[in-house]
């Protein structure tokens, strides 16, 4: 089971240091980067798919980001990936949604696998289409929301118990697939010390858009399909109102409170 | 003038979406702004009862009926059949509209694949300008406020729920009807085997007007019955914190924050919840927050309107009183 998933580093939510800078772009130097959370547990899913299917199997990291990815990519591959592949270029800098899919569908034609995985979507700008957008440019069938993913080699085929609102729907597709990871799937797991010696010497390529055969003048940031017109603070909520008292005098206050903004 | 398209999206037992009669009326004030006209299109095995729901709330309504459509999964052929109406258009719409939800987020994708359409994800608010659309979104969890627009003047946009009201439209619309076309757009298909509901599914936060949330704090699945009493009381859906998801006492459809789901509720009434900011971001942009905590330094009093402090327990069930001893 040849498997690559779809890894973005993204400033830490839990730092809570993200600004633009006066470029309008990430101010990457303000905020540390991580692993997206839901590319963790899609990572987390495609180690034990690995593992479950053995011999001759392995999981691939592919990631479109800067020049500073490569510290983001080493805390994946100590979780256990296999090697890395770095798509950057200057001229990716300001790329919108359209080029991240592009791109990232130009090298996973450059790759062998069976399966594709990716989180549903990234903590910095929540967008969620990527995926889908990635497996229609490849003709890969796309099964999103995965909360169980059930290859079957024998039969070529994989089964993916997508969420839905009242439970969930029973998908099943030939391989190669794409399928967007949910936490469900499980906890991602911690890099064992083994794990972070291993990944210090394992391999991460790097690719630009001329080794993709694209062309930098005609995807990317210089030909944007969405701009940033303005960013600025939202405006804080008024301050907050702390009730100590009894139990019932506490009640009260709500109850007051939810009536005087005609909540009840 | 041009057009601007409403995508409805499949709700359950093969009607509209709520969130599509939002994205309907959002649309519809736009087009005030914009001089557009609105046509909702509604792509489905038998999309007849969803388009005659979106016609309550747009002028005009095509239904596009692709019989394979009742055993796929839906967003990928839908992508396509509207793709292949993007492609027949005279003029391809200034706007095509969806809801920011799963089914909402995975059409936008392929679509924006098949037109090369740019994408703008999780608007929070829309306006017209002389430009074109202007989409406000939400980056960072929350610690910026952002307004992009489209370099072309037309493309994608994904709507987060609850940021218009639904009203339906003066007069109904027209449906009209049509049929897939042959030689348009083709995906790969994905089957659905089996739908299965799961017993004690609870109702769905994202278009809940109040939310009653649960955290760490609420000790078990057993103090998860007061979260539920609350929010029955009140008339809300009951939410939760990843802790208590991961501890198995409330299922990950309930889960609000960064890998769960972004709500903006009326009221998000908070139980034993500290606040982390993985929390936070999901919640902040309620319209009221009232916070039950033991710990007057938990995070979430930076951010909640109000913040009781004592035990959620005594505070909830006293709370619960009072709201059941309310006349009506």
């Known amino acids: 089971m040849r498997i690559v998933v779809l890894v973005k580093p993204v400033p830490d939510p839990a730092a809570g240091s993200e600004r633009l800078g006066p470029d309008g772009r990430l101010d990457r130097a303000a ?21 479950a299917a053995g011999e001759g199997s392995d999981v ?13 990519l080493r805390k994946a591959l100590a979780m256990g990936a296999t090697r ?34 990716a989180g549903v979507d990234t903590s910095d700008g929540v967008g969620g289409t990527v995926p889908a957008s990635v ?6 069938p796309f099964l999103s929301y995965a909360a169980r993913i059930e290859p079957d080699e024998a039969s070529g085929t ?28 499980g906890e991602p797991r911690y890099p064992s010390l083994k794990g972070i010696m291993a990944a210090r010497s394992k391999e991460i390529a790097t690719v630009s858009l001329a080794d993709l055969g694209l062309d930098p003048a005609a995807v990317g940031g210089a030909v944007p399909t969405t701009s940033l017109l303005t960013a600025t603070a939202p405006p804080a909520r008024a301050a907050t109102e702390v009730v100590r008292g009894s139990p019932a005098e506490g009640a009260t206050r709500i109850v007051d409170f939810l009536s005087q903004r005609r909540i009840i | 003038m041009g057009e601007l398209w409403v995508i409805g999206e499949p709700g359950p037992d093969g009607g509209l979406a709520r969130l599509s009669t939002e994205v309907a009326t959002l649309a519809r004030e736009l087009a005030a702004a914009s001089g557009d006209d609105v046509v909702g299109i509604v792509v489905g095995a038998a999309p007849d009862a969803a388009a005659a729901e979106l016609a309550r709330f747009v002028p005009r309504v095509v239904g596009v009926t692709d019989a394979a459509i009742a055993e796929r999964a839906w967003s990928t052929p839908a992508a396509a059949r509207v793709a292949d109406l993007v492609d027949r258009a005279a003029t391809p719409p200034n706007l095509i509209l969806l809801g920011a939800g799963p089914d909402g987020r995975d059409l936008a994708g392929a679509l ?124 809300g859906a009951v939410g939760a914190t990843r802790a208590a998801v991961d501890s198995g006492w409330i299922p990950y459809s309930q889960q609000i924050g960064q890998t769960g789901k972004i709500v903006k509720p009326e009221l998000y009434l908070a139980l034993g919840i500290s606040g982390a900011i993985q929390h936070k971001v999901g919640m902040q ?11 007057p330094d938990a995070p979430i009093a930076d951010f909640a309107d109000l913040l009781v402090v004592g035990d959620l327990f005594e505070v909830g069930n006293a709370l619960l009183e ?5 006349p009506g």
């Not at chain 1, 592919?62 to 510290?71: D, K, Q």
């Open chain 1, 31 to 51: 905020a540390p980067a991580v692993v997206n959370g839901n590319d963790e547990y899609a990572l987390e899913a495609a180690l034990k798919l690995a593992a």
């Open chain 2, 285 to 295: 942009t309620a319209g009221s927050i009232v916070a039950v905590n033991r710990d």
């Open chain 1, 158 to 185: 994989v089964r993916v118990r997508r969420i839905s609102a009242t439970g969930y729907d029973l998908l099943e597709a030939p391989m190669p697939a794409l399928i967007s990871c949910t936490q469900v799937l």
């Open chain 1, 84 to 117: 890395g592949v770095h798509v950057t270029d200057r001229a990716l800098a300001g790329s919108c949604a359209v080029a991240t899919a592009t791109v990232l569908a130009a090298a996973l034609r450059t790759l062998d696998y069976d399966l594709v995985l």
């Open chain 2, 112 to 235: 924006s694949a098949l037109t090369g359409l740019g994408v703008l994800t999780g608007a929070t608010a829309v306006t017209w300008t002389d430009a074109g659309p202007a989409v406000e979104m939400s980056a960072f969890g929350g610690k910026l406020s952002t307004t992009s627009g489209f370099t072309a003047g037309r493309g994608i946009v994904t709507v987060r729920p609850n940021v218009v009201t639904a009203v339906p439209a003066a007069a109904p619309g027209t449906v009209e009807t049509s049929e897939a076309s042959v030689a348009g757009h083709v995906l790969p298909a994905v089957a659905v085997l089996d739908r299965v509901s799961e017993a004690g599914a609870a109702a769905p936060i994202e278009e809940a007007r109040i939310i009653v949330s649960g955290g760490r704090g609420v000790g078990g699945p057993e103090g998860f019955g007061l979260v539920e009493q609350l929010a029955s009381a009140l008339g």
């Open chain 2, 322 to 326: 009072r709201l059941r001893a309310r």
């Open chain 1, 60 to 72: 691939t990291l592919l990631s479109m980001a800067p020049g500073s990815a490569p510290e983001t």
């Open chain 1, 135 to 140: 497996a229609a440019r490849l003709a890969l």
